[in-house]
């Protein structure tokens, strides 16, 4: 069986009910910042279990106990968490990284570059342009991560 990872960013305050819906039932979430608010974290912590880093736009007092950077192993994949991807400041191949997460762009986008997995989920909060609304799964397999990007205003499959 896979060990499912829930990825969302870009809330901006606010966690839609189809959202939560896509995420129940995986195994650990993770935030790839501009959360907005505190209790969205929350929210998701009754989900399943959480790791969150700050975005741009988190500020103050509760945004402060958030890293701007987390690396985080699951299921075996060590995974570097942050949200603006063009800050990377470090080789994700040379440091033995399989899964690099952002945001920031709203955009979808899933691409692998010398063996490591891309991965940003878009925007699960506010429309902005007419980019989608959306978040992202993977699934860790025998086979390797299994990366999915969920549109939300489309019905589950």
Not at 7 to 25: C, M, Y
Not at 118 to 135: D, E, Q
Request: proline letters at 6%; charged letters at 25%.
């Amino acid at each position: 069986m896979a060990f499912r990872i829930g990825i969302i960013s870009d809330t901006h305050g606010l966690l839609r009910p189809e959202a939560v819906g896509r995420l129940v039932g995986v195994d650990h979430i993770v935030h790839a910042g501009d959360i907005g608010k505190a209790d969205i974290i929350s929210a998701l912590h009754s989900i399943a279990p959480v790791t969150a880093i700050r975005g741009n736009i988190d500020r103050g007092e509760w945004a402060a106990k958030y890293a701007d950077t987390e690396i985080v192993r699951l299921a075996g994949m060590l995974i570097y968490v942050l949200h603006d991807l063009k800050t990377l400041q470090i080789d994700p191949a040379a440091r033995g990284i399989d899964i690099v997460i952002s945001g920031h762009t709203h955009v979808p986008r899933v691409e692998t570059v010398e063996g490591v997995l891309y991965l940003n989920p878009g925007s699960a909060g506010r429309r902005r342009f007419k980019l989608p609304i959306t978040l992202a799964t993977i699934a860790i397999t025998s086979d390797g991560p299994r990366p999915e990007i969920h549109d939300l205003e489309q019905p589950e499959r």
